[in-house]
Nanobody, 123 residues
Framework: QVQLVESGGGLVPARGSLRLSCAAS????????MGWFRQAPGKEREFVGG????????YYPDSVKGRFTISRDNAQNIMYLQLNSLKVEDTAVYYC????????????????WGQGTQVTVSS
């Protein structure tokens, strides 16, 4: 199994940027497709992007496409989520997750989760 720890969250003004990190330990990081989710108060957990085992393929929902970018460094066992042009509605707890499935989107396809990091976008 793999253990995941997110960091990098904080308070940022609208139209600002932030970079989140997800550090992995345990089983080989490169064995996993990785993803990012977010959950705002009173809302369901929402998929915001994924990246393939070697980082050659990324995929995003329309709600963040063009604003969020995922990358990974398998040598350092770390994944990033670059958040640009942030909006107030991007405020949420952001989670990273690991999956052994090809291009998963649903939360139940991810077996391992971090504890989350809060991102708050002010108007």
């Amino acid at each position: 199994q793999v253990q995941l720890v997110e960091s990098g969250g904080g308070l940022v003004p609208a139209r600002g940027s932030l970079r989140l990190s997800c550090a992995a330990s345990g089983r080989a990081f490169s064995d996993y497709t990785m993803g990012w989710f977010r959950q705002a108060p009173g809302k369901e957990r929402e998929f915001v992007g994924g990246i393939s085992w070697r980082g050659g393929s990324t995929y995003y929902p329309d709600s963040v496409k063009g604003r969020f970018t995922i990358s990974r460094d398998n040598a350092q066992n770390i994944m990033y989520l670059q958040l640009n042009s942030l909006k107030v509605e991007d405020t949420a707890v952001y989670y990273c997750a690991a999956s052994v499935v090809w291009r998963p989107v649903a939360a139940n396809r991810f077996a391992y989760w971090g504890q989350g990091t809060q991102v708050t976008v002010s108007s």
